[in-house]
C-alpha cells in the first residue's frame, strides 16, 4: 500500500508515521528528514535546503520531486511506502501521479490554534527522529525509545512557525481538494490524542487491507 500523510506543520505526521511504519512495516519516508539529514552532513543538498528550511518556506519543487523519485525506486518500497510531508504542492502531486499510484491520503485536521504550541514544545531524538512535547517529558532529556538526546528544530521557534502555517495554507491545503476529488482522501481527527488518531488510521488501514 502507497499512503500519503498530509496535515499543517504540527499535525502529527511524524508521530503517526512512526505509529504506522512499526505496525505496518511500511517505510517512512519524511522529506523534512531527508532534509535534516543533508543539513547535518552538509551536502549540497543540505546547504540549499537550509537556506529555504530556516525561513519557514518550501524547497523548490524539482529538487524535492528527484529525492523522492530516487527514495521509492528503492528495493525496500516495492511493497509498499508512506510519504510524509510529500507532496506539499499541486506540481509536486502532479509529479507523483506520474511515476507512482497512491492507494489513500490520511489527512490529519488540527485547529490551528493548537499548532503553535505543539511545535515551540516539541523535542525531537537526534538519533531515531521520534519527536516529543516538553509537556509529556516531565524533564526527561532521552529519547524513550532508543535512548539518543533530545534535541529542538531550529524551525520550531515562533517566528518560522507563523511563516510555515501561512505557507501551508497557500500551498499544501489545496492537496485536500486535489486528493478528495480522487476519491483517496481520509480526514482524520488530528485534535485528539496520539493514540486516538492511530486508532482511527488503524481501522482504516485494516479495513483497506480486507
Ligand atoms: P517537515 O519536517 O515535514 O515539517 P512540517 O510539515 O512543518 O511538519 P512537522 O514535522 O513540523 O510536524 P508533524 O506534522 O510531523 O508533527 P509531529 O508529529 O512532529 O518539513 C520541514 C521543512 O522542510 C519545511 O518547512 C520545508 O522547508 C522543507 N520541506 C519538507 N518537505 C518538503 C516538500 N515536500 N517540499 C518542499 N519543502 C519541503 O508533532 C508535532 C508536535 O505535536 C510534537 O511535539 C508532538 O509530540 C505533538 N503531537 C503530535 N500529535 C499530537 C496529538 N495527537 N496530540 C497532542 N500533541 C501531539
Ligand atoms: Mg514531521
Keep these: 500500500m502507497n499512503i500519503i500523510l498530509l496535515g499543517a506543520p504540527g499535525a502529527g505526521k511524524g508521530t503517526q508515521a512512526s505509529r504506522i511504519s512499526d505496525a505496518y512495516k511500511l517505510p517512512h519516508i519524511s522529506t523534512g528528514d531527508i532534509f535534516r539529514e543533508n543539513i547535518k552532513n552538509e551536502t549540497p543538498i543540505g546547504l540549499l535546503a537550509k537556506s529555504y528550511i530556516d ?12 529525492i523522492v523519485e530516487g527514495r521509492i525506486e528503492k528495493d525496500d518500497c516495492k511493497d509498499g511506502y508512506m510519504l510524509d510531508g510529500f507532496p506539499r504542492t499541486i506540481a509536486q502531486a502532479e509529479a507523483l501521479d506520474k511515476i507512482t499510484k497512491i492507494d489513500l491520503v490520511i489527512n490529519i485536521d488540527v485547529d490551528f490554534s493548537l499548532l503553535l504550541d505543539r511545535l515551540c514544545g516539541r523535542r525531537v531524538c537526534k538519533d531515531c527522529g521520534e519527536s516529543y512535547h516538553i509537556s509529556w517529558l516531565n524533564g526527561a532529556t532521552s529519547c524513550k525509545r532508543c ?8 524551525d520550531d521557534n515562533e517566528e518560522t512557525v507563523q511563516s510555515r502555517l501561512d505557507v501551508y495554507n497557500a500551498q499544501t491545503a489545496p492537496l485536500i481538494e486535489y486528493y478528495s476529488k480522487k476519491g483517496l482522501l481520509f480526514n482524520v481527527e488530528g485534535n485528539n490524542s496520539p493514540d486516538a488518531v492511530f486508532a482511527a488510521v488503524a481501522e482504516k488501514l485494516d479495513a483497506m487491507k480486507k
Excluded at 525561513?55 to 528527484?66: I, M, N, S, W, Y
Design 55 to 66: 525561513k519557514g518556506q518550501l524547497v523548490p519543487d524539482e529538487v524535492t520531486c528527484k
Design 147 to 154: 535512548g539518543g538526546e533530545l534535541y529542538q528544530r531550529k
